[in-house]
């Protein structure tokens, strides 16, 4: 090829020169004027499928991911506590979206009813900065029925668990599967933090992480308490519940060991010096993270970011997952 031809294949402004020279020197000129008219000014191929590895991401994108969370967090803890969802108080936040499918009011003791109530409202508050921070997304759909739930500890358990669990019948088993929610939007915060490039993001995804840290905290309190207690009408203890429920999300994730349950061995406590594990933290104590795939690998309990089921039965919303999803 002559240096014109070089030149006009480099320089997009120079199509009509790179056209005449292929139609006089090349005996297919059509085929590779066809293949140039899908290439848009930017260089990319106009109609090719976009993943997230291929995007231009920007902080937006990468906090949308944790809307999808918050949503889900909201709707449970509401309901959870109150019998009644984001419809209910703050509709306009949902834009729309769906109401999550099977949520009830749980049977909870008084002191564990309060403490879910102000954590459903806190959702509510981190719902509100996000959308007026960066803007939002319509309410992805939500399976939060009994059934999901039972077929998820089915999983953590290893085999079909009689009667099949139900999150709402008490006090242990609502704990148990919060233990399965909040944590796992902490870790993805953690891992969203070090790529945020606006100051205003990471201010807000900061103060957010401050919070979901607090509830997980919480909750593994409230857990440990009883650690050592069966829970009925089934032979596990609450420990061996949450070891389980941790073992399951570090299978779906696929990156290694970046979740503990309550009880550990010792060369996994802080400092190998003890098996209590009420906080979740690495050989420096410091919190694990996740990357987006990870993420959707286990809030949709298929082990694949590319296939939605668990929580997500459509999958979720946002440029990132969407690109995820256009990969099925």
Sequence with gaps: MSTKACNAFINLNKLPDLFLYFREKMAFPYL????????????AIVGAPTSPETMRVDDRDRIH??????????????????????DSIAPELAAGGPPPAGAKKA????????IIEEFAYQEI??????????GGFPRPQ???????FANIFDHVAGYNLVPPFDPYFNTVNYLLASYAIPYVG????VGTIPNLVNSTSRRLVAGLLGVESG??????????????????PYSMTVADFTNRISDLRNRLGMSGNKDEGLIVPQ?????NRTQSNILSADANSLSYSRTPPEIFRIVYGTGSENKPGGFFPNGANGRIAKGFLARI
């Design 32 to 43: 590779l004027i066809a293949f140039l008219l899908t290439i848009n000014i930017s260089g």
């Design 65 to 86: 991911i944790a809307l999808n969370l918050e949503f889900l967090e909201t709707e449970f803890f509401l309901n959870g506590a109150l019998g009644r969802g984001l």
């Design 107 to 114: 049977n909870l003791d008084f002191l564990t009813k309060n």
């Design 125 to 134: 508050g981190h719902l509100r900065a996000i959308i007026s921070t960066i």
């Design 142 to 148: 939500l399976d939060l029925s009994p059934q999901n």
């Design 186 to 189: 902490l870790v993805g915060y």
């Design 215 to 232: 509830q997980d905290a919480v909750i593994r309190t409230l857990l440990y308490q009883r650690a050592n207690e069966k829970v009925f």
């Design 267 to 271: 060369e996994l406590g802080a400092e």
